[in-house]
Each structure stands twice: as structure tokens, then as C-alpha cells.
């Protein structure tokens, strides 16, 4: 039997899907590459925007091109909350949510037995518990995702995500650990501590925080690195960011959303902080950790958002100097807040902003990557590509070097030589 998976979105998909190929192949499916011919295709939605959910309905429809007898699985953010509209889709098979997927091969044997369409999605109840996926060995990625909790409290005016994932839960920590060293055991030697609001893990578990999970990650043997995916300001706590200063393991480099740099729209977007506590907060930070690397994500065009409101955020970024920006434009999700705003922004006008903000990114990006060069950087290679391997610093600059394929999956010193406004080239110390 043959499985075809595709993912979109964040990388706790990614996980997610991960750890249900290792299901599939201990019934002894053999994996093979979406666009092949396959007995089952499972694919994980998203629709944290527009393009999201628009690319997700396309690649739904798939497989019934390729092969019209497959059993096609959908499940993933789209399929909780609109299942009833993806389920009428020619050839889905079975509908998933954000919960049991760990139960995905009853349900395909069940669907085969009844040779009828089924609806497995189960509203998210306030006292969810985590689910129980695992993974031994990310074999798609030498650097391995490792999803610590699910779901958001924060109800951003904007966001559909705690519709989609539910409330805060945290995975239990000694699963975590064994996670983590399971996945050190396969030859993995970065982690990438992942979850929907991963700054939150903890704040289900009396006695325990986010804070004491880094500790102990901190001692596992053969880690080599500890990467945070995302962390809101607001949970860089003293105690955190001093288990980070002291680490040598958890990375110089962390992903902070702005998403915006007026503090009008903040309070619109239900954001907890202002730009004075934000960039405080941003200079403490760069003051304690050593060549701290600072990466963010913005939304342009939230509604009402005035040429002033924009201009406040261009300044909030160049006083932060983040190393790169993830720039999105506002995207009217039904159902938040937001969608019912008045002011909704112009298209063009997003996509004018959009392109102001991206040219600043390289700008900021391209003074960071060049205060690199001629010094020495670790760097683990993940792959081959173009002749070169490739692979990401501790502050994540993306390297490429030419060197032997044994070196893929190492942490080596290499000195940074040139830059072409994409990759940094390196040649070994």
C-alpha cells in the first residue's frame, strides 16, 4: 500500500504530519511523493489566511485527478471548522479536525468497510487534553520539530487560530524529554520547540512552566541546539531569558512577533503590550544575550490602519533592527473580531505596504548577514542543494558551503565569505 501526505502551514502541522507518516509506515505503507499515484492521501490544512485556506481546497481535489479509488484524508485548522464544505469535495473520504488524529488508520479501514463518506470532527471542549502523537525521527529534516502544546488564549482580534485549536494544553512534560532524546537517538541534534502558543506551555500544569521545561531540555544528552520557534514578548520572562543567556544550547536567534508598531491598532488587534514595552523588552534582550538575532512577524493593512499608523510601525522596526520580517497583509478571517471592523483596508493599498515592508527586510537583513562575514559561525547542514550543503548558524543565516555530503547532519565551524542577498556562503575552519 502507498500513502501520499502534503502539508500546509506552520510547522506544528509539519510535526503533526510527521508523526502520523510514522504511524503509516509501522502498518508498512510505503511513503511516496504527493503528486504520485497512492492508495491513501492525507492532506493538513491550514487557514490562517486567504491563501491559506485557498491552497489548502486546492490540493484537496488532488488526488481525485490522480487516482479516483484512493482514500483521501483531510484534516488540519480548514476541516474543524468547515468540514461540512470540504467533505462534499469530489473524493474526500475523510474528514479530520485538530483532535484524534492519532486514530486516522481506524478511520481509513472504517471508510473502506462502509465505502461511505465520514465526519470525525469533534467540537474542542475548554478542558481538551493534548493529543498523544509522537515522533522518533523527523526523517524529512535534520532539524527536528518538536510540538510541546496546542491551542491559544489569547483571542486576537484577527486570528481564527482558538477556533480552530482550542484552549491552551500542554503536552506532558516527561513525554517532551523522551520525545527529545528519543529524537537525539535517530541523529538529530537540533530541536525546534514548536506549538500554536509556545511561550504558553506550562500554564496548564501546576508546578511546572515553560521556563522549567527549558531547564530540563537543556540537560539532555547528544542536543546540541535548542531552537524556540515563536515566543510572544510577553512570556520572555526574567527567569527565561536568563535560562537562555546562561544556555549553551538554546540558540542566539528568536522569533518575535511585532504584528504591529502603533499602538492604536495593537489595542485593535487585542494585542497585550505596547511598543514602549515591546522595544524595552527588545533591548534588554540584545543587552543580556551575546550577538542576539531577532526575527518578527508584522500585519499590514489591519483595518482602519492610517498611512501615520504605518509610518509608526517603520519606525518600531528600525529602532528594534530586527534581523528579517515575515510580512503578511491583513487577511478578513469570518468569525474574529476583525472581519466586522469598519475601515477595512484596500487591497492595493496592502499590497503597496506589503512591498515597502519587504524592502525594508531585505535592507535589515542584508546589514545583520554583512556584519557576519569574515567571522567564524557553527553551522549545521541539512542538505544538499545545487552542489553546495546547505544549512542554518545558530542565528540562523542560511549558509551554503561546498563540502563533502558526510558533514550533512554535523555542527562544524565555517567562516562566512560572501553573501548574494539570499544565501551566505562559508568555507570551512
Known amino acids: 500500500m502507498k500513502a501520499a501526505f502534503y502539508t500546509l502551514g506552520c510547522k506544528v502541522n509539519s510535526y503533526e504530519t510527521e508523526a502520523i507518516i510514522e504511524k503509516f509506515e509501522k502498518e508498512n505503507y510505503k511513503i511516496v511523493d504527493f503528486d504520485e499515484v497512492a492508495d491513501v492521501y492525507v492532506i493538513n490544512t491550514c487557514m490562517v489566511t486567504n491563501t491559506g485556506e485557498r491552497k489548502s481546497k486546492k490540493y484537496v481535489r488532488r488526488p481525485y485527478q490522480l487516482n479516483k479509488e484512493a482514500v483521501v484524508v483531510v484534516m488540519g485548522c480548514l476541516s474543524q471548522l468547515k468540514a461540512e464544505e ?11 479536525g485538530t483532535k484524534n488524529r492519532e486514530n486516522i488508520l481506524e478511520y481509513i479501514e472504517e471508510f473502506k468497510r462502509t465505502k461511505l463518506p465520514l465526519n470525525k ?3 474542542l471542549e475548554n478542558d481538551e487534553k493534548h493529543d498523544s502523537l509522537f515522533i ?14 496546542d491551542g491559544c488564549n489569547n483571542f486576537c482580534s484577527y486570528c481564527i487560530i482558538p477556533y480552530t485549536r482550542g484552549r491552551i494544553r500542554s503536552k506532558n512534560p516527561e513525554q517532551v524529554l523522551n520525545e527529545a532524546k528519543k529524537l537525539v537517538d535517530s541523529g538529530h541534534v537540533e530541536i525546534v520547540l514548536t506549538g500554536i502558543h509556545t511561550g504558553g506551555y506550562g500554564t496548564d500544569i501546576e508546578g511546572y512552566s515553560f521556563a522549567e521545561l527549558l531547564k530540563d531540555l537543556d540537560k539532555v544528552k547528544g542536543l546540541k541546539r535548542i531552537r524556540i520557534s515563536s515566543i510572544e514578548i510577553m512570556e520572555l520572562t526574567d527567569e527565561v531569558i536568563d535560562i537562555i543567556r546562561k544556555s549553551k544550547k538554546i540558540v542566539n536567534h528568536l522569533h518575535i512577533p511585532l504584528q504591529s508598531g502603533s499602538n492604536r491598532i495593537l489595542k485593535l488587534m487585542n494585542r497585550r ?4 514595552e515591546f522595544l524595552s523588552k527588545i533591548a534588554k534582550l540584545k ?11 508584522v500585519i499590514v493593512g489591519f483595518p482602519s490602519e492610517s498611512e501615520v499608523d504605518f509610518l509608526e510601525q517603520l519606525r518600531v522596526i528600525e529602532e528594534a533592527d530586527f534581523q528579517e520580517l515575515h510580512v503578511f497583509p491583513f487577511s478578513k478571517r469570518e468569525g474574529t473580531v476583525a472581519s466586522r471592523m469598519k475601515d477595512q483596508i484596500p487591497d492595493e493599498i496592502k499590497k503597496e505596504r506589503v512591498h515597502r515592508l519587504l524592502n525594508l527586510s531585505r535592507q535589515l537583513k ?6 557576519q562575514l569574515g567571522k567564524i559561525h557553527r553551522v549545521i547542514f541539512e542538505q544538499e542543494k545545487d552542489g553546495f550543503l546547505q544549512g542554518h548558524t545558530r542565528d540562523y543565516l542560511l549558509v551554503r558551503s561546498k563540502l563533502n555530503e558526510s558533514l550533512i547532519g554535523q555542527e562544524v565551524e565555517v567562516r562566512l565569505i560572501d553573501y548574494d542577498g539570499e544565501y551566505c556562503f562559508g568555507e570551512l575552519v
Request: aromatic content about 6%.
Open 366 to 371: 542584508e546589514t545583520h548577514t554583512k556584519k
Open 136 to 149: 522518533s525521527d523527523f526523517k524529512h529534516h535534520q532539524r527536528a520539530f518538536l510540538k510541546i502544546q
Open 287 to 297: 543587552s543580556l544575550i551575546a550577538d542576539l538575532a531577532v526575527t518578527t512577524d
Open 273 to 276: 503590550y505596547d511598543t514602549e
Open 86 to 96: 470540504i467533505i462534499k469535495i469530489d473524493g474526500v473520504s475523510v474528514v479530520l
Open 121 to 123: 470532527v469533534e467540537r
